[in-house]
């Protein structure tokens, strides 16, 4: 079964709007969590990621919001550009070594 | 695309045939991964590496099999395709201390007919 669990699976947002991307995860065991960006025809890039002992972190427009007792996760990405248009996954890991990903999120920014 | 590249870059096969995918990387990574990615499904770990010889199964191993005799290159391979494999494969390396930073490779298109 999916052990993290994506939405939407695609978005469209209007230039300078807010994007927003879930996930969800049921092992508690997970003690990473990153996010990647992928342009067709290219490799995912980690875009950022944060550890389950901070609620919040923050690089430039984008934002990664976590809630442990939730199990939930998400991506934000603030003044969303149409250059941010890629597909996002987000994945979790254990040991540092077992990678997890979501199943992607299609995201149009439409100028 | 970090210093790593893999071969080919597109290939055909038939079923019952094997085929053998390549990743090299240029960064002297400790570890190595060899991913594939299908719609409906992200990103599935097949293999992974944790130093020459030293390899261990992922969330999706069956139908392959993987060898690492060099830190830079790390072989993925198809014993024997089936339509069901075809996909994506992405190659993926991370450094020693910092694994869960991981770098992509540009992909190999698989399609087995």
């Known amino acids: 079964q999916q052990q993290v669990k994506q939405s939407p699976q695609s978005l469209i947002v209007q230039k300078g709007g807010i994007s927003i991307i879930n996930c969800a995860y049921e092992?508690?065991?997970?003690?990473?969590f990153p996010w990647y960006q992928q342009f067709p025809g290219k490799g995912p890039a980690l875009l950022i990621a944060i550890r389950p002992d901070v609620s919040e972190k923050k690089e430039g427009r984008f934002t990664i919001s976590f809630n442990k007792s939730a199990k939930q996760f998400s991506l934000h990405i603030m003044d969303s550009q149409p250059g941010d248009s890629a597909t996002y996954f987000c994945a979790a890991s254990y040991a540092g070594n077992q990678f997890y990903f979501g199943t992607g999120t299609s995201l149009t920014v439409i100028p | 695309d970090a210093g790593i590249t893999q071969s080919p870059r597109h290939k055909v096969t038939e079923t019952g045939t094997p085929v053998t995918l390549r990743c090299h990387q240029t960064e002297n990574h400790r570890y190595m991964y060899w991913y594939r990615q299908d719609p409906g499904h992200g990103l599935r770990l097949i293999h992974y590496s944790y130093g020459v010889k030293d390899t261990d199964k992922g969330e999706v191993s069956d139908g392959y099999s993987v060898s690492r005799s060099k830190t830079e290159d790390f072989l993925l391979t198809l014993e024997s395709a089936t339509s069901s494999q075809t996909s994506v494969y992405f190659c993926?390396?991370?450094?020693?201390?910092?694994?869960?930073?991981?770098?992509f490779g540009p992909g190999t298109r698989l399609l087995v007919l």
């Open positions: 092992n508690t065991a997970f003690d990473y």
């Open positions: 993926a390396i991370s450094d020693f201390g910092r694994q869960e930073t991981q770098y």
